[in-house]
């Protein structure tokens, strides 16, 4: 059974850059077949996958936050990154990362609440 | 983009109800569905997927089907752990999340 924990600032100023961490204990994310995602739910709204990415560095996106996302994988670390660029408040939400198995997730970190304000 | 929509948003219910939740699809989205149970300051618990598979160790009187767009969850005799929110995903096309339906004490 995977498990996961999410790690990073809980508070970013507006106009900068979020960076999280989830790392991966439990299984090695070289060894999975499957991919790695991030998902954030603001909050009383309901979650939002934001992209996922493959061990060996391949990764895909959701087409209304491409333009700010990038995800990365450090195997060695057994960790994978999300950042998420020129953040507003509208970025406020519980962060989560999750292990994508077949495109549905069945383990998921316990999340992180990251607040964006000044 | 897919669209997910899910009614009703808010359900009250009583223990030993029957509860249905329905999710439907802008989109053919096959089977491609998940269902998960959510409860405050938790991560979603997976509950279905492939529309129909019900996850090991969920219990029996948790059950979910498809016809067409329109996908069902269905809790048979309402407990009181299953007071929570559920929500639907899609998986055809990325992934979509719908916008939930709150199961609430009546």
């Known amino acids: 059974q995977q498990e996961l924990l999410e790690s990073g600032p809980r508070l970013v100023k507006p106009s900068e850059t979020l960076s999280l961490t989830c790392n991966v204990s439990n299984g090695s994310i070289s060894g999975s077949i499957y991919y790695w995602d991030w998902i954030r739910q603001a909050p009383g709204k309901a979650p939002q996958w934001i992209g996922s990415i493959y061990y060996r560095g391949s990764s895909f996106y959701n087409p209304s936050l491409k333009s700010r996302v990038t995800m990365s994988v450090d195997t060695s670390k057994n960790q994978f990154s999300l950042r998420l660029t020129s953040v507003t408040a509208a970025d406020t939400a519980v962060y989560y990362c999750?292990?994508?198995?077949?495109?549905?997730?069945?383990?998921w970190g316990p999340g992180m609440l990251v607040t964006v304000s000044s | 983009d897919i669209q997910m929509t899910q009614s009703p948003s808010t359900l009250s219910a009583s223990v030993g109800d029957r509860v249905t939740i329905t999710c439907r699809a802008s989109?053919?989205?096959?089977?491609?569905l998940a269902w998960y149970q959510q409860k405050p300051g938790k991560a979603p618990k997976l509950l279905v997927h492939e529309a129909s598979v019900l996850e090991n160790g969920i219990p029996s009187r948790f059950s979910a089907s498809a016809s067409g767009r329109e996908f069902t969850l269905t809790i048979s005799s309402l407990q009181p752990d299953d007071f929570a929110t559920y929500y639907c995903q899609q998986y055809n096309t990325f992934r979509t999340f719908g916008p939930g339906t709150k199961v609430e004490v009546k």
């Open positions: 999750a292990y994508d198995e077949n495109s549905y997730f069945r383990y």
């Open positions: 989109q053919n989205i096959r089977s491609w």
